[in-house]
Structure formats: C-alpha cells, structure tokens
C-alpha cells in the first residue's frame, strides 16, 4: 500500500478513532477531511489506496463525493460510513461507486475487515 487510506468524517473524534484502529493494524494514513469538498481536494493531492468516507456531512455529502471521486479516477476504491437506518442512503453509495460500508458505531474488526476485503 502506497499512498494509504484517506478518512473522511465530520466528527474529529470519529476520524481518531478510525485512524487508530488502522494504525495498529499496519495500514498508513493519506490524511483526513471534514466533509466531501475537503475529501476530493485530498483525494487530488494523495491519491490514496483507499477512501473511509461518511454519508452525512456539511457542505457536501459522502455520496455527492463519492461521485466527484469517481469522475477524477474510476477505479477509486471507496468505504462508506453510515449510522444504523440509513439503508437507502448506503444502496446509493454503493451505486454510486462505494465497494462496502460500514456501520456506526464501528467495530474495529469490521473497519479492518472492510479495508483488507477491498484492498484485496
């Protein structure tokens, strides 16, 4: 893994958190952002393995940016995040380019699990 994930959340804590379970599995951080503007602009400069990405966020969505993203490199591998109940949002994700989701609150396994399976 070259470039590393880059994680996309709104909540500082949430974006730590996972940033942490992947540390202490090996996986190397690309950088964060705080919502999907700032995530493409990091996505532009980092180029990263992989993207952890929320749904719900100010200023623009996971699945508004997960479209950007994919606009910029088609083979983007992309994680959502979503919190319980928001199926219909988690289907569109995944139509709009996203390989998996996972869901709030995590379980660090899944989030390892999540990355390794799209890793591949």
Known sequence: MANGILIVDDAAFMRMMIKDVLTKNGFTIAGEAENGVKAIDAFK?????????????????????????????????????????????VIEA?????????????????????????LG
């Open 94 to 118: 995944i139509q709009a380019g996203a390989k998996d989701f996972i869901v709030k609150p995590f379980q660090p396994e899944r989030i390892v699990e999540a990355v390794k399976k799209v």
């Open 45 to 89: 400069e980092s180029s990263p393995d992989l993207v952890i990405m929320d749904i719900t966020m100010p200023e623009m969505d996971g699945i508004q940016a997960v479209k950007e993203i994919k606009k910029l490199d088609n083979s983007a591998r992309i994680i959502m995040c979503s919190a319980m109940g928001q199926q219909a949002m």
